[in-house]
């Protein structure tokens, strides 16, 4: 868009949104770049079946950085700093309050945004005044991922490893994908690097992985999330 065409979308828009990925190591089958390329797919899938739900979102590039730390200790993961990545978020909010949006909208694909993302949406709702809504994407999808995979699955597991495969198949090592190891570790110890919890990296079985069944699950998590943005007492 042009900063004229932008002028407007921002205004008319219900949403405001900004995908939240991470580049991260994902074990030995996928790339760094999963959540973010999660974060841009399902997104889309959001933008595009709004309409249908009386919505229209205006959607922003993808962040593809995020808060990795836990990651670290296998090449290719960036993370920012906890701090400054919670100050990227309250300074992308501003600047679409600025401009006029009605309504700030966080899509998040990687579980360790959660905690910035938090603080974050706390500053712009009550420093900035923006009603800020929050999509933790795998939530909206939680219980039938668990009724299909088990409880399991995880980081570059079942899950994600069939939404790659659905969207970008050719970026998927098949003949990397196996069981994932364990390390032993006892419930309470948490907080822990990934190096400690796993041998290759991720979590579960992604040789379980179904792009067939994630394609229904996409779609029925879809209309949720935006039913969901339907709802609510901000006037939508
Ligand atoms: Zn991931």
Redesign the pocket.
């Known amino acids: 868009m042009t900063w004229e065409e932008a002028e407007e979308a921002f205004e008319t828009a219900d949403y405001v949104v900004l995908p939240c990925g991470?580049t991260e190591q994902?074990s030995l089958h996928l790339p760094t770049s999963?959540?973010t390329l999660?974060s841009s797919h399902l997104t889309d899938e959001l933008a595009e079946r709004a309409p249908d739900h009386g919505l229209e979102l205006l959607v922003l590039p993808p962040l593809p950085y995020g808060y990795s730390e836990h990651h670290l200790p296998f090449s290719g993961t960036i993370t920012l700093d906890a701090e400054t990545y919670c100050e990227v978020i309250v300074d992308i909010g501003r600047s679409v309050k600025k401009h006029g949006g009605k309504r700030f909208l966080i899509t998040n694909?990687?579980a360790g945004n959660i905690e910035p993302h938090k603080l974050a949406i706390d500053r712009l709702q009550r420093e900035y005044d923006l009603p800020t809504r929050y999509v933790n994407w795998t939530d909206f999808a939680r219980d039938k991922l668990e009724a299909r995979f088990g409880d399991k699955w995880g980081?570059?597991g079942e899950h994600?490893t069939s939404v790659i495969e659905h969207y970008r198949p050719e970026l998927v090592r098949q003949g990397k994908k196996q069981p994932q190891t364990l390390h032993d570790v006892a419930e309470s110890e948490q907080f822990r690097y990934f190096d400690d919890l796993t041998v290759e990296g991720g979590l579960g079985d992604p040789t379980d992985s179904d792009p067939a069944f994630i394609a229904d699950i996409i779609e029925e998590t879809t209309d949720k999330v935006l039913s969901d943005l339907k709802t609510g007492n901000q006037d939508v």
């Open positions: 991470s994902h999963v959540d999660r694909f990687h980081h570059a994600e």
